[in-house]
C-alpha cells in the first residue's frame, strides 16, 4: 500500500486536509499560529466554550478529582459528576434518564448498533450525520435510505415494513442549517410502532424557547422518541448523550460498546458540562435572542448578495460548487482574516462543495459585516 502515491491523489483531487492549530480561547475571534481571524467555523453556538463560569467549574473539579477517569464508566470510571450531569441532561430533554458517552460519534456508534438487531429495518434520511451513517453500518438490520427530509417518502417506506422500525435523522442538518419535520415523522413512527432515533447535536441549547432542541421547537413529545445530543457544540464542551425513557437507557448501558469499552469522560468534563447547563437555563433566552437577531441579520445580507439564506438556526452554506472553487474561496476569506473552512468530500457530494458559516452569540454586527463584505468580493 503506498500511502504517498494516495496522498499525491487527494492532494491533486483537492481533498488532502490540513489542521489550522488554534492559539486563542474558542471565540468569534481567533488566533491561528499568532494571525487573528473572525472565527465562522465553531459550534460553539452559544459562546459557552470560553465562559468564565465553565472554566472555574472545570478548574474546580480538576483541583478536587485529578483530571483522567481512569476507567470505563462499568469499571471504576463513573464519578458522581456524571450521574448528576445525566440528571440534569434528561430534565433538559425532558425524558426520565439519559446516557453520557465520551462524544457524540460515540453515542450514534453505540447505540444505533445496540438498538437493532437482524430484524430491525432501519430508514435513515440521505443526508445523515457520518456518525449516523458509521453506527448505521455498524448495526445489523437491514437498511432504506429515505430522500432528504421527505415525510411522504418516509411513510411509504414504513408502510412496506412489517417488524420495527427504527427511523435515524438529524434533527438540525450539520451542513444544510435545516430542520426536520419532527411532527410528521414522530406521527408516522408511531403508527407503525417503530423508535424514531434523533440526533439533535445541533438543536440541543440553540432550538425550542427554553433551549430542549427540536423537539421543544416542534412541541412534540412521545414514547417513541429516542434523543441524541452532545455537549461538545451549544454547551461548549465535550460528551455526548441518549435521552428517553428508563428502560432504553438501562438497555444502552448493558449493550453500547462505546459506553463499555471506552473510557469515561474525565469528572472536569462533567463539571464544565453542569455549569454550561445551568447558563443556559439562566441566560439561554438571552442568548438564544441574541443569537437569532444576528442569524436575521446575516441572512438578510446572504440575500443581498443572492444567496439563498434561512436564518432558523445558525447554520449558513455558502454554495461553492466544485472543489477547486470552494478551496479558493476558503483561501480567498482566510486571505482576508475569515476563517470558514472549504466543505469537501466525503462531508458533501463533490458537485455541492460549500463554505459553512457558523454563528456564534458571541459575534458582533461588524464580524457580519466584514463577512458580507469579503463574500462579496470573492464569490
Ligand atoms: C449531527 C451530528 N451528530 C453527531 C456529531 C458528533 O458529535 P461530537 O462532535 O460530540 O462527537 C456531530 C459533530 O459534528 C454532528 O454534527
Redesign the pocket.
Known sequence: MDFGKRLQELEERGLRRETWPVDSCQGALISIQGRPFINFAS?NYLGLAQRGEVREAAEQAIRDFGWGSGASRLMSGTHRLHEELEARLATLKRTEAALLFP????A?VGALPALSDERTRILSDELN?A??IDGIRLARGEVTIYPHADTEALEAALAQQEDKALVVS?GVF?MDGDVAPLREMVTAVERQGGVLYL?D??GTGVLGTEGRGTSEHFGVSSASLLQ?G????ALGG???FIAGDRDVIAYLRSRARSFIFSTALPAPACAAGIAALEILEREGGHLRDRLDRLCRYLAVGLERLGLVADPMTPIFPVHAGSVERCVRVSAELRNQGIFGPAIRPPTVPAEACRIRISLTADHEASHVDRLLDVLGMVL
Open positions: 459550534n462524544s457524540g460519534y460515540a450514534n450525520h456518525s449516523l438529524d450539520s440526533d447535536a445541533h441524541m452532545t455537549l461538545s457544540k465535550i460528551g455526548g
